[in-house]
């Protein structure tokens, strides 16, 4: 059953999922749905992380996002004549999804305004965070991606303390930090070094800690984004 229009002002989209979507339980560095594959279901996250990634044409990965509860994954097809995926999604932990039919969810939409203009805002917000990595990848490479990394996951995950420096309560190996850059690991850890000598960052078991925010916002020109833009999920 498909919501009406007089009843669909009750729901919202993440309810739509609850009422009519599947839940699945997908175990830890497992994969919900790869690059390539035909694209059926649309996907809100309940519980755990995803990382949602792009092979490059030279081998590398490249990490789009990290997608955590209350996100919505395999979105990019629905009302879109491309059927198969264009990202690929990786669990970082068990992850506990709500899976619903794109047809579905079209039909749901069409049949409501209400539920199309909240699709529309969550897809924009998406498509504005993607467009703000990849303006710091195009023009300031390597080290553009990984500073505005670097700040993201301040925005997302940052602790911050007494002293100003903000912790980033995720853990990331030097291999994931370069997925984001699609670099080398040796390259980001170059980097970050170079970072930790002039005491912007410090880093301890997989744990950083900025101690220099505004010198990262000046070196990749900041343009002040939102917070809820300025995130890496």
Not at 162 to 175: E, K, P, V
Request: proline share 2%.
């Amino acid at each position: 059953m498909f919501l009406s229009e007089d009843t669909s002002s009750l729901f919202g989209i993440y309810t739509l999922f609850e009422q009519y979507g599947s839940i699945l339980k997908v175990g830890k560095n497992k994969p919900v749905f790869e690059e390539g594959e035909r694209s059926e279901d649309v996907y809100l996250i309940q519980s755990g992380s995803v990382r949602i990634s792009k092979d490059t044409e030279s081998g590398q990965v490249l990490t789009i996002r990290i997608a955590g509860p209350n996100t919505f994954i395999g979105e990019t097809s629905v009302f879109c004549e491309v059927n198969y995926h264009s990202v690929s999604a990786h669990t970082n932990d068990v992850v506990h999804v709500i899976a619903l039919p794109q047809n579905q969810l079209e039909k749901h939409l069409s049949s409501s305004p209400q539920l199309m203009m909240e699709w529309m805002k969550i897809i924009q917000t998406h498509n504005l965070k993607n467009e703000t990595r990849f303006r710091d990848l195009l023009l300031h490479g390597k080290k553009g991606a990984l500073y505005s990394t670097l700040i993201r996951l301040t925005n997302t995950y940052g602790i911050k303390q007494a002293d100003g420096s903000i912790i980033i309560d995720y853990s990331l190996t030097n291999q994931e930090l370069a997925n984001f850059c699609a670099t080398s690991r040796e390259v980001v850890n170059r980097m970050l070094n170079d970072l930790k000598k002039n005491g912007i960052i410090s880093f301890d078991k997989g744990i950083i800690t900025v101690h220099d925010l505004q010198f990262l916002r000046r070196e990749i020109e900041c343009d002040n984004c939102p917070l809820h833009i300025c995130r890496i999920d």
